[in-house]
Protein backbone atom coordinates (compact mmCIF):
# COMPACT_ATOMS: atom_id res chain seq x y z
CA UNK A 1 0.00 0.00 0.00
CA UNK A 2 1.59 3.48 -0.72
CA UNK A 3 1.53 6.10 1.63
CA UNK A 4 -1.22 8.35 -0.15
CA UNK A 5 -3.42 5.23 0.09
CA UNK A 6 -2.56 4.71 3.30
CA UNK A 7 -3.00 8.23 4.51
CA UNK A 8 -6.53 8.34 2.11
CA UNK A 9 -7.71 4.72 4.28
CA UNK A 10 -7.07 6.44 7.49
CA UNK A 11 -8.38 10.17 7.07
CA UNK A 12 -11.49 8.23 5.80
CA UNK A 13 -11.67 5.65 9.01
CA UNK A 14 -10.91 8.85 11.49
CA UNK A 15 -13.72 11.08 9.62
CA UNK A 16 -16.13 7.89 9.75
CA UNK A 17 -15.37 7.09 13.17
CA UNK A 18 -15.78 11.02 14.24
CA UNK A 19 -19.06 11.07 12.29
CA UNK A 20 -20.09 7.82 14.53
CA UNK A 21 -18.82 9.70 17.70
CA UNK A 22 -20.81 12.31 16.80
CA UNK A 23 -23.70 10.95 16.53
CA UNK A 24 -23.81 8.58 19.07
CA UNK A 25 -23.34 11.65 21.30
CA UNK A 26 -26.21 13.58 19.86
CA UNK A 27 -28.18 10.35 20.32
CA UNK A 28 -27.42 9.94 24.19
CA UNK A 29 -27.77 13.60 24.66
CA UNK A 30 -30.84 13.30 23.37
CA UNK A 31 -31.79 10.05 24.98
CA UNK A 32 -30.91 12.02 28.10
CA UNK A 33 -32.81 14.81 28.24
CA UNK A 34 -36.06 13.20 28.72
CA UNK A 35 -34.58 10.00 30.52
CA UNK A 36 -36.47 9.81 33.41
CA UNK A 37 -39.76 9.88 31.63
CA UNK A 38 -40.78 5.72 30.93
CA UNK A 39 -41.51 4.64 27.45
CA UNK A 40 -40.17 2.80 23.96
CA UNK A 41 -36.14 2.65 24.10
CA UNK A 42 -36.27 3.64 20.41
CA UNK A 43 -38.72 6.54 20.64
CA UNK A 44 -36.44 8.52 23.21
CA UNK A 45 -33.92 7.88 20.40
CA UNK A 46 -35.51 8.97 16.83
CA UNK A 47 -39.12 10.09 15.78
CA UNK A 48 -38.90 7.37 13.55
CA UNK A 49 -40.51 5.54 15.81
CA UNK A 50 -43.53 7.56 16.34
CA UNK A 51 -43.38 8.15 12.36
CA UNK A 52 -43.68 4.22 12.19
CA UNK A 53 -46.92 3.69 14.47
CA UNK A 54 -48.37 7.19 13.65
CA UNK A 55 -48.70 5.76 9.78
CA UNK A 56 -50.43 2.66 10.98
CA UNK A 57 -54.12 1.73 10.75
CA UNK A 58 -54.33 1.17 14.86
CA UNK A 59 -52.46 4.82 14.74
CA UNK A 60 -50.45 6.13 17.75
CA UNK A 61 -53.63 6.32 19.74
CA UNK A 62 -53.71 2.43 20.57
CA UNK A 63 -50.31 2.68 21.51
CA UNK A 64 -50.13 5.06 23.85
CA UNK A 65 -53.19 3.78 25.87
CA UNK A 66 -51.09 0.60 25.94
CA UNK A 67 -48.35 2.43 27.33
CA UNK A 68 -50.10 4.41 29.73
CA UNK A 69 -51.47 1.13 31.33
CA UNK A 70 -48.54 -0.18 31.81
CA UNK A 71 -46.12 2.59 32.62
CA UNK A 72 -48.68 5.07 34.05
CA UNK A 73 -49.98 9.18 33.94
CA UNK A 74 -46.54 10.24 32.25
CA UNK A 75 -44.90 8.41 28.40
CA UNK A 76 -42.62 9.36 26.20
CA UNK A 77 -43.09 8.37 22.70
CA UNK A 78 -40.64 10.71 20.65
CA UNK A 79 -37.63 12.45 21.16
CA UNK A 80 -38.87 15.64 22.56
CA UNK A 81 -42.84 14.61 22.91
CA UNK A 82 -44.43 13.49 26.42
CA UNK A 83 -47.83 12.18 26.86
CA UNK A 84 -49.51 12.71 30.00
CA UNK A 85 -53.05 11.44 31.52
CA UNK A 86 -53.39 12.92 34.69
CA UNK A 87 -56.70 15.16 34.73
CA UNK A 88 -54.23 17.75 36.71
CA UNK A 89 -52.51 18.35 33.61
CA UNK A 90 -55.37 19.89 31.71
CA UNK A 91 -55.63 23.02 33.09
CA UNK A 92 -51.56 23.30 33.49
CA UNK A 93 -51.26 22.59 29.12
CA UNK A 94 -54.58 24.41 27.85
CA UNK A 95 -55.59 27.02 30.30
CA UNK A 96 -55.88 30.70 28.67
CA UNK A 97 -52.68 31.78 30.97
CA UNK A 98 -50.77 29.02 31.16
CA UNK A 99 -48.04 30.22 28.60
CA UNK A 100 -48.35 26.89 26.61
CA UNK A 101 -48.30 27.03 22.31
CA UNK A 102 -48.92 24.94 20.12
CA UNK A 103 -45.77 22.63 18.93
CA UNK A 104 -44.05 22.41 15.48
CA UNK A 105 -46.82 19.34 14.97
CA UNK A 106 -49.34 21.95 13.51
CA UNK A 107 -46.93 22.82 11.05
CA UNK A 108 -47.37 20.27 9.10
CA UNK A 109 -51.40 21.61 9.16
CA UNK A 110 -50.75 24.77 7.17
CA UNK A 111 -52.70 25.36 3.94
CA UNK A 112 -50.91 26.63 0.90
CA UNK A 113 -52.77 28.30 -1.42
CA UNK A 114 -51.63 30.11 -4.67
CA UNK A 115 -47.60 29.63 -4.01
CA UNK A 116 -48.17 30.66 -0.47
CA UNK A 117 -48.68 28.93 3.03
CA UNK A 118 -52.00 30.51 4.62
CA UNK A 119 -52.70 28.79 8.41
CA UNK A 120 -56.88 28.42 9.15
CA UNK A 121 -57.78 29.69 12.79
CA UNK A 122 -56.56 26.10 14.24
CA UNK A 123 -53.02 25.69 12.68
CA UNK A 124 -51.96 30.04 13.41
CA UNK A 125 -49.16 29.32 15.65
CA UNK A 126 -48.88 33.31 16.61
CA UNK A 127 -50.66 33.40 19.88
CA UNK A 128 -51.51 36.89 19.27
CA UNK A 129 -52.45 36.89 15.87
CA UNK A 130 -54.69 33.32 17.15
CA UNK A 131 -56.29 35.18 20.03
CA UNK A 132 -56.77 38.59 17.84
CA UNK A 133 -58.30 36.71 15.19
CA UNK A 134 -61.21 34.32 17.27
CA UNK A 135 -61.88 37.36 19.51
CA UNK A 136 -62.87 39.13 16.22
CA UNK A 137 -65.56 36.40 15.33
CA UNK A 138 -66.35 34.64 18.79
CA UNK A 139 -69.50 36.82 19.10
CA UNK A 140 -70.82 34.69 16.16
CA UNK A 141 -70.71 31.31 18.21
CA UNK A 142 -72.22 32.06 21.28
CA UNK A 143 -75.34 30.44 21.99
CA UNK A 144 -77.09 33.66 20.18
CA UNK A 145 -75.16 33.70 17.95
CA UNK A 146 -75.58 30.59 16.70
CA UNK A 147 -79.36 30.72 17.12
CA UNK A 148 -79.86 32.10 13.20
CA UNK A 149 -78.35 28.69 11.74
CA UNK A 150 -81.55 26.75 13.39
CA UNK A 151 -83.73 27.30 10.16
CA UNK A 152 -80.25 25.87 8.28
CA UNK A 153 -79.28 22.85 10.15
CA UNK A 154 -83.16 22.17 10.43
CA UNK A 155 -83.43 22.53 6.62
CA UNK A 156 -80.66 19.66 5.88
CA UNK A 157 -82.31 17.51 9.09
CA UNK A 158 -85.75 17.53 7.12
CA UNK A 159 -83.44 16.20 3.92
CA UNK A 160 -81.59 13.65 5.82
CA UNK A 161 -84.96 12.34 7.23
CA UNK A 162 -86.45 12.14 3.40
CA UNK A 163 -83.59 9.75 2.23
CA UNK A 164 -83.48 7.95 5.36
CA UNK A 165 -87.35 7.13 4.70
CA UNK A 166 -86.33 6.20 1.02
CA UNK A 167 -83.31 3.91 2.00
CA UNK A 168 -85.54 2.25 4.54
CA UNK A 169 -88.63 1.29 1.92
CA UNK A 170 -85.47 -0.05 -0.29
CA UNK A 171 -84.45 -2.62 2.86
CA UNK A 172 -80.99 -2.09 1.63
CA UNK A 173 -78.03 -1.77 4.47
CA UNK A 174 -76.56 1.53 4.42
CA UNK A 175 -73.35 2.36 5.72
CA UNK A 176 -74.27 5.09 8.53
CA UNK A 177 -70.72 6.77 8.57
CA UNK A 178 -70.88 7.80 5.12
CA UNK A 179 -74.29 9.59 5.47
CA UNK A 180 -73.42 10.78 8.26
CA UNK A 181 -70.52 12.71 7.03
CA UNK A 182 -73.07 13.47 3.55
CA UNK A 183 -75.25 15.29 6.30
CA UNK A 184 -72.24 16.89 8.38
CA UNK A 185 -70.75 18.17 5.14
CA UNK A 186 -74.18 19.78 4.04
CA UNK A 187 -75.18 21.49 6.97
CA UNK A 188 -71.42 23.03 7.28
CA UNK A 189 -72.23 24.51 3.29
CA UNK A 190 -75.69 26.01 4.20
CA UNK A 191 -74.38 27.35 7.19
CA UNK A 192 -71.35 28.94 5.84
CA UNK A 193 -72.90 29.75 2.38
CA UNK A 194 -76.40 29.68 2.59
CA UNK A 195 -76.61 27.11 0.14
CA UNK A 196 -75.98 22.82 -0.05
CA UNK A 197 -73.61 21.54 -2.36
CA UNK A 198 -75.73 18.17 -3.11
CA UNK A 199 -74.05 16.11 -1.00
CA UNK A 200 -77.16 14.43 0.41
CA UNK A 201 -79.09 14.33 -2.88
CA UNK A 202 -76.33 12.81 -5.07
CA UNK A 203 -75.35 10.37 -1.84
CA UNK A 204 -72.00 10.66 -2.73
CA UNK A 205 -68.78 14.26 -2.62
CA UNK A 206 -69.91 15.86 -5.84
CA UNK A 207 -67.04 18.51 -5.34
CA UNK A 208 -63.99 16.41 -3.83
CA UNK A 209 -64.14 18.60 -0.66
CA UNK A 210 -64.80 15.77 1.37
CA UNK A 211 -61.73 14.17 -0.43
CA UNK A 212 -59.94 17.33 0.40
CA UNK A 213 -60.59 17.33 4.01
CA UNK A 214 -59.68 13.89 4.09
CA UNK A 215 -56.61 14.42 2.81
CA UNK A 216 -55.42 16.85 4.76
CA UNK A 217 -56.28 14.81 8.11
CA UNK A 218 -54.43 12.28 6.97
CA UNK A 219 -51.18 14.49 5.36
CA UNK A 220 -51.11 15.80 8.98
CA UNK A 221 -51.35 12.72 10.65
CA UNK A 222 -48.93 11.46 8.61
CA UNK A 223 -46.23 14.27 9.24
CA UNK A 224 -46.79 15.61 12.84
CA UNK A 225 -44.13 13.36 13.37
CA UNK A 226 -41.37 14.66 11.34
CA UNK A 227 -42.77 18.39 10.53
CA UNK A 228 -38.97 19.41 9.48
CA UNK A 229 -38.56 16.32 6.89
CA UNK A 230 -42.70 17.83 5.66
CA UNK A 231 -41.25 21.56 4.92
CA UNK A 232 -37.95 20.13 3.11
CA UNK A 233 -40.61 17.89 0.86
CA UNK A 234 -43.91 19.78 0.58
CA UNK A 235 -42.76 23.44 1.30
CA UNK A 236 -39.58 24.07 -0.73
CA UNK A 237 -40.41 27.08 -3.19
CA UNK A 238 -40.68 24.71 -6.24
CA UNK A 239 -43.06 22.33 -4.21
CA UNK A 240 -45.20 25.66 -2.78
CA UNK A 241 -45.33 27.09 -6.53
CA UNK A 242 -46.61 24.07 -7.73
CA UNK A 243 -49.53 23.62 -5.35
CA UNK A 244 -52.60 24.73 -6.97
CA UNK A 245 -54.93 27.27 -6.13
CA UNK A 246 -57.75 26.47 -3.15
CA UNK A 247 -59.65 23.59 -4.89
CA UNK A 248 -63.44 22.04 -4.64
CA UNK A 249 -65.62 24.03 -2.09
CA UNK A 250 -62.91 26.46 -1.36
CA UNK A 251 -62.14 27.81 -5.13
CA UNK A 252 -66.23 27.74 -5.94
CA UNK A 253 -66.43 30.54 -2.71
CA UNK A 254 -64.24 32.40 -3.86
CA UNK A 255 -64.64 33.10 -7.18
CA UNK A 256 -68.46 33.46 -7.90
CA UNK A 257 -71.89 34.42 -6.37
CA UNK A 258 -72.09 32.49 -2.80
CA UNK A 259 -70.65 35.94 -1.01
CA UNK A 260 -73.32 38.17 -3.05
CA UNK A 261 -75.51 40.52 -0.77
CA UNK A 262 -78.47 39.48 -1.78
CA UNK A 263 -78.23 35.96 -0.18
CA UNK A 264 -79.31 35.48 3.39
CA UNK A 265 -76.97 36.29 5.86
CA UNK A 266 -74.38 32.97 6.47
CA UNK A 267 -71.54 32.53 9.06
CA UNK A 268 -69.00 33.34 6.93
CA UNK A 269 -70.60 37.06 6.24
CA UNK A 270 -71.18 37.31 9.96
CA UNK A 271 -67.64 36.19 10.74
CA UNK A 272 -65.96 38.33 7.88
CA UNK A 273 -68.07 41.26 9.17
CA UNK A 274 -66.15 41.14 12.35
CA UNK A 275 -62.33 40.02 11.14
CA UNK A 276 -59.47 41.51 11.23
CA UNK A 277 -58.43 42.77 7.48
CA UNK A 278 -55.88 40.67 5.58
CA UNK A 279 -56.60 40.09 2.28
CA UNK A 280 -59.77 39.00 1.12
CA UNK A 281 -59.10 35.43 0.12
CA UNK A 282 -56.62 34.75 2.61
CA UNK A 283 -59.86 35.62 5.27
CA UNK A 284 -61.75 33.79 3.47
CA UNK A 285 -59.69 30.62 3.69
CA UNK A 286 -58.74 30.53 7.23
CA UNK A 287 -62.38 30.77 7.69
CA UNK A 288 -63.57 28.08 5.22
CA UNK A 289 -60.49 25.87 6.49
CA UNK A 290 -61.82 26.23 10.16
CA UNK A 291 -65.75 25.47 9.18
CA UNK A 292 -65.70 23.01 6.91
CA UNK A 293 -62.52 21.08 8.00
CA UNK A 294 -64.01 21.24 11.22
CA UNK A 295 -67.64 20.17 10.93
CA UNK A 296 -66.78 17.06 8.72
CA UNK A 297 -64.96 14.39 9.99
CA UNK A 298 -65.35 15.73 13.86
CA UNK A 299 -69.41 16.08 13.80
CA UNK A 300 -69.78 12.69 11.28
CA UNK A 301 -67.74 10.83 13.57
CA UNK A 302 -69.41 12.11 16.76
CA UNK A 303 -72.74 11.65 15.21
CA UNK A 304 -71.48 7.75 13.99
CA UNK A 305 -70.74 7.06 17.45
CA UNK A 306 -73.73 8.15 19.71
CA UNK A 307 -76.03 6.09 17.14
CA UNK A 308 -73.94 3.00 17.47
CA UNK A 309 -74.10 3.04 21.25
CA UNK A 310 -77.39 4.13 21.10
CA UNK A 311 -79.24 1.20 18.63
CA UNK A 312 -76.56 -1.55 20.56
CA UNK A 313 -77.49 -0.31 24.39
CA UNK A 314 -81.07 -0.71 24.03
CA UNK A 315 -81.56 0.26 27.69
CA UNK A 316 -80.40 3.78 26.81
CA UNK A 317 -82.47 4.02 23.48
CA UNK A 318 -85.49 3.55 25.50
CA UNK A 319 -84.40 6.32 28.36
CA UNK A 320 -83.75 8.37 25.49
CA UNK A 321 -86.92 7.66 23.81
CA UNK A 322 -88.49 8.33 26.95
CA UNK A 323 -87.08 11.60 27.38
CA UNK A 324 -87.60 13.23 23.99
CA UNK A 325 -91.45 12.07 24.12
CA UNK A 326 -92.04 13.76 27.09
CA UNK A 327 -90.72 16.41 26.39
CA UNK A 328 -90.67 17.11 22.84
CA UNK A 329 -93.87 18.78 20.95
CA UNK A 330 -94.56 20.56 17.81
CA UNK A 331 -95.76 23.96 17.66
CA UNK A 332 -99.65 22.63 16.78
CA UNK A 333 -99.30 20.31 19.80
CA UNK A 334 -98.08 16.84 18.03
CA UNK A 335 -95.89 14.71 19.26
CA UNK A 336 -92.56 15.26 17.17
CA UNK A 337 -92.97 11.79 15.76
CA UNK A 338 -95.78 13.36 13.14
CA UNK A 339 -94.40 13.26 9.26
CA UNK A 340 -91.95 16.20 8.74
CA UNK A 341 -92.17 17.80 12.42
CA UNK A 342 -89.00 17.83 14.32
CA UNK A 343 -88.22 19.33 17.93
CA UNK A 344 -86.81 22.68 17.95
CA UNK A 345 -83.68 23.36 19.54
CA UNK A 346 -84.97 25.74 22.01
CA UNK A 347 -87.01 22.07 23.28
CA UNK A 348 -83.90 20.13 23.22
CA UNK A 349 -80.85 22.14 24.91
CA UNK A 350 -81.65 21.63 28.49
CA UNK A 351 -82.80 17.86 28.43
CA UNK A 352 -80.43 16.55 30.45
CA UNK A 353 -80.25 12.66 29.23
CA UNK A 354 -79.83 13.86 25.97
CA UNK A 355 -76.98 15.91 26.41
CA UNK A 356 -75.44 12.80 28.96
CA UNK A 357 -75.68 10.83 25.89
CA UNK A 358 -73.62 13.33 23.93
CA UNK A 359 -71.13 13.85 26.68
CA UNK A 360 -70.73 9.91 27.17
CA UNK A 361 -70.43 9.25 23.53
CA UNK A 362 -67.71 11.62 22.87
CA UNK A 363 -66.28 10.48 26.45
CA UNK A 364 -65.30 7.12 24.90
CA UNK A 365 -64.84 7.52 21.15
CA UNK A 366 -62.82 11.14 20.79
CA UNK A 367 -61.74 11.68 17.75
CA UNK A 368 -58.33 12.97 18.17
CA UNK A 369 -56.05 10.44 17.58
CA UNK A 370 -52.90 11.93 19.84
CA UNK A 371 -52.10 14.34 22.51
CA UNK A 372 -52.82 17.79 21.88
CA UNK A 373 -49.81 19.49 21.77
CA UNK A 374 -48.03 22.12 23.28
CA UNK A 375 -44.77 23.58 24.53
CA UNK A 376 -43.76 23.90 27.52
CA UNK A 377 -42.77 27.42 28.27
CA UNK A 378 -40.01 28.63 30.26
CA UNK A 379 -39.73 27.57 33.92
CA UNK A 380 -40.63 24.24 33.31
CA UNK A 381 -43.38 22.06 34.27
CA UNK A 382 -43.84 19.88 37.18
CA UNK A 383 -46.61 16.58 36.97
CA UNK A 384 -46.45 14.82 40.39
CA UNK A 385 -42.93 16.14 41.10
CA UNK A 386 -41.45 14.95 37.40
CA UNK A 387 -40.08 18.13 36.19
CA UNK A 388 -40.41 18.33 32.35
CA UNK A 389 -38.01 21.00 31.11
CA UNK A 390 -39.30 23.85 29.14
CA UNK A 391 -39.50 23.39 25.13
CA UNK A 392 -40.70 19.52 25.48
CA UNK A 393 -44.17 19.00 23.41
CA UNK A 394 -46.05 17.53 26.08
CA UNK A 395 -49.80 17.14 25.44
CA UNK A 396 -52.95 15.10 26.96
CA UNK A 397 -54.61 12.20 25.08
CA UNK A 398 -58.47 12.56 24.90
CA UNK A 399 -58.86 8.42 24.90
CA UNK A 400 -56.89 8.01 27.98
CA UNK A 401 -57.83 10.80 30.03
CA UNK A 402 -61.46 9.63 29.14
CA UNK A 403 -61.18 5.87 30.37
CA UNK A 404 -59.76 7.29 34.40
CA UNK A 405 -61.25 5.05 36.67
CA UNK A 406 -60.57 7.61 39.31
CA UNK A 407 -62.49 10.23 37.77
CA UNK A 408 -65.06 7.82 35.53
CA UNK A 409 -65.71 5.43 38.08
CA UNK A 410 -64.76 1.53 37.58
CA UNK A 411 -67.06 1.05 34.61
CA UNK A 412 -65.15 4.03 32.61
CA UNK A 413 -65.03 1.85 29.82
CA UNK A 414 -68.80 1.21 29.20
CA UNK A 415 -71.28 3.38 27.72
CA UNK A 416 -73.22 4.85 30.63
CA UNK A 417 -75.10 7.93 29.85
CA UNK A 418 -76.47 7.57 33.52
CA UNK A 419 -73.41 8.30 35.17
CA UNK A 420 -73.65 12.26 34.35
CA UNK A 421 -77.04 12.58 36.22
CA UNK A 422 -76.43 10.69 39.03
CA UNK A 423 -73.01 12.21 39.98
CA UNK A 424 -72.85 14.26 43.23
CA UNK A 425 -71.82 18.18 42.55
CA UNK A 426 -68.18 17.41 42.97
CA UNK A 427 -67.80 14.38 40.95
CA UNK A 428 -69.92 15.98 38.27
CA UNK A 429 -67.23 18.79 38.34
CA UNK A 430 -64.20 16.53 38.12
CA UNK A 431 -65.94 14.83 35.25
CA UNK A 432 -66.26 17.81 33.33
CA UNK A 433 -62.80 19.26 34.02
CA UNK A 434 -61.31 16.34 32.62
CA UNK A 435 -63.81 15.64 29.43
CA UNK A 436 -61.95 16.93 26.10
CA UNK A 437 -64.55 16.33 23.73
CA UNK A 438 -64.52 20.05 22.30
CA UNK A 439 -60.28 20.72 23.95
CA UNK A 440 -59.57 23.13 26.41
CA UNK A 441 -58.35 26.42 26.65
CA UNK A 442 -58.03 29.47 24.30
CA UNK A 443 -57.93 27.35 21.81
CA UNK A 444 -60.89 24.97 22.75
CA UNK A 445 -63.18 24.32 19.54
CA UNK A 446 -64.99 27.50 18.83
CA UNK A 447 -67.96 25.69 16.85
CA UNK A 448 -69.17 23.89 20.01
CA UNK A 449 -72.30 25.62 20.38
CA UNK A 450 -73.48 24.73 16.25
CA UNK A 451 -71.86 21.20 17.01
CA UNK A 452 -74.21 20.60 20.18
CA UNK A 453 -77.42 22.10 18.65
CA UNK A 454 -76.65 19.76 15.11
CA UNK A 455 -76.33 16.76 16.83
CA UNK A 456 -78.77 17.10 19.32
CA UNK A 457 -81.46 18.20 16.57
CA UNK A 458 -79.95 15.11 14.27
CA UNK A 459 -80.55 12.84 17.37
CA UNK A 460 -83.94 13.60 18.43
CA UNK A 461 -84.86 13.41 15.08
CA UNK A 462 -83.08 10.14 13.95
CA UNK A 463 -84.30 8.65 17.41
CA UNK A 464 -87.82 9.58 17.30
CA UNK A 465 -88.46 8.67 13.77
CA UNK A 466 -85.93 5.19 12.82
CA UNK A 467 -84.64 1.56 14.26
CA UNK A 468 -81.28 1.48 13.38
CA UNK A 469 -80.17 -2.38 13.71
CA UNK A 470 -76.53 -3.08 13.14
CA UNK A 471 -76.95 -5.62 9.65
CA UNK A 472 -73.53 -7.38 10.57
CA UNK A 473 -73.90 -9.51 13.71
CA UNK A 474 -70.55 -10.42 14.20
CA UNK A 475 -69.61 -6.30 14.27
CA UNK A 476 -66.64 -5.86 16.58
CA UNK A 477 -67.66 -2.50 17.46
CA UNK A 478 -66.84 0.99 15.88
CA UNK A 479 -63.80 0.56 13.85
CA UNK A 480 -61.93 3.54 12.23
CA UNK A 481 -58.38 4.73 10.74
CA UNK A 482 -56.64 6.59 13.46
CA UNK A 483 -53.65 7.32 11.37
CA UNK A 484 -55.20 10.50 10.47
CA UNK A 485 -55.64 13.08 12.68
CA UNK A 486 -59.43 13.07 13.20
CA UNK A 487 -60.08 9.39 13.28
CA UNK A 488 -61.55 8.38 10.20
CA UNK A 489 -64.96 6.06 10.29
CA UNK A 490 -64.78 2.21 8.75
CA UNK A 491 -68.12 2.23 7.35
CA UNK A 492 -70.92 1.06 9.87
CA UNK A 493 -73.53 -1.22 8.17
CA UNK A 494 -77.06 -0.92 9.45
CA UNK A 495 -80.99 -1.37 8.09
CA UNK A 496 -82.94 1.30 8.75
CA UNK A 497 -86.73 1.11 9.37
CA UNK A 498 -89.36 3.53 10.16
CA UNK A 499 -90.05 3.18 14.06
CA UNK A 500 -92.98 0.85 15.02
CA UNK A 501 -92.64 -1.02 11.72
CA UNK A 502 -92.51 -4.40 11.35
CA UNK A 503 -88.86 -6.02 10.09
CA UNK A 504 -88.78 -6.97 6.42
CA UNK A 505 -86.02 -9.07 6.34
Known amino acids: MTVNAFHFSFVSVTLLVSLLLLLAA ?10 HIPGPFLAALTDLWRFYHQNQPHGLRTKLLALHSKHGPLVRYGVNSISISTPSAIPQIYGSRAGFVTADSYKVLVGISNGREVPSLVSTADEAKHGAFRRSIASTFTPAGVAPLESRIDTTIRELHSHLVRLAKQNQPIDLAHWTMLFSMDSAARQAFSESRGYLSSGHDTDGTIALIRARFYHWGRWSSWPSLERLIYRNPISILANPACATLFHHVFNNQTLTPRRPPAILHLRLRRAPEPPRQIRHYRLLMSTISGAGDTTATTLTAIFYYLYTHHPALAALRAELDAHTHTTNGGTYGGAGQFPRHSTLKDLPYLGAVIKEAMRLFSSATWPIERLVPEGDMFV ?6 AGTSVGVLPAAIHLDTHVYGADAAYFRPERWLEANKEELRQMEA ?8 RRACLGKEVALMQMKMVVAMVVGQFELEISDPNNAGLQADFSAAVACMHPLWVRVRLRGSTPQY
Open 26 to 35: RLITRYRRLS
Open 384 to 389: DDIRIP
Open 434 to 441: AHMGFSRG
